[in-house]
């Protein structure tokens, strides 16, 4: 009988005993989301579509600009001979189109933006899934992004690098 309650003390104290082993085996995945963002075959060609775009409003902008610049040489060229009237006219011409072109750049930083977003999301949202599978599968806890550089210390014996994990999962559904 006493070999039994000792039996029995012995197995709760390991079983009160086991929660506190439970958590020195926590797991932690580690990895840069940025650089597996880059590293994906669809951010080359969101970048490359984004690039073109960009392209395309800078080519407006610099017809814009140029525009302004013959108007301001025109007004410089006939300033001395312009009637009151018409240098007035020429001088609101000036104001007018200085402010289109300062109001299409800020639309077209914003538009920008916009579709970098949108273009993004998609991928984001693959790369999501990816890290959620692997953390799933790895067993981990949470999957730490260092990029943000927001964790002075992560202890290595209950992290580990979660990039590779990742890039293979990418690599894999990319064949």
Known sequence: MKRLFTAALLILLL???MP??????VRYGTLSYSTLLREMPEYGLMQSRLNS??????????YNEQSFE????D?????QTFAPAILAKRQRDLQEALEKSLAFRAEADSLLQAAEKEMT???RTRLD?????VGRERGYEYIIDTDAG???FIHRSVAEDATPFVRQRLNARKE
Do not use: D, K
């Not at 506190?20 to 085996?25: E, G, I, K, L, S």
């Not at 775009?53 to 610099?62: D, K």
């Not at 899934?129 to 599978?133: A, M, R, Y």
């Open 53 to 62: 775009l960009r392209a395309a409003y800078q080519s407006e902008v610099r």
């Open 20 to 25: 506190v082993a439970a958590q020195t085996t």
């Open 70 to 73: 013959t108007m301001f040489a």
């Open 150 to 152: 927001v964790f002075p």
């Open 129 to 133: 899934s990816i890290i959620s599978e």
């Open 121 to 123: 999301a998609p991928i």
């Open 15 to 17: 079983m009160a005993a």
């Open 75 to 79: 007004y410089l060229n006939g300033q």
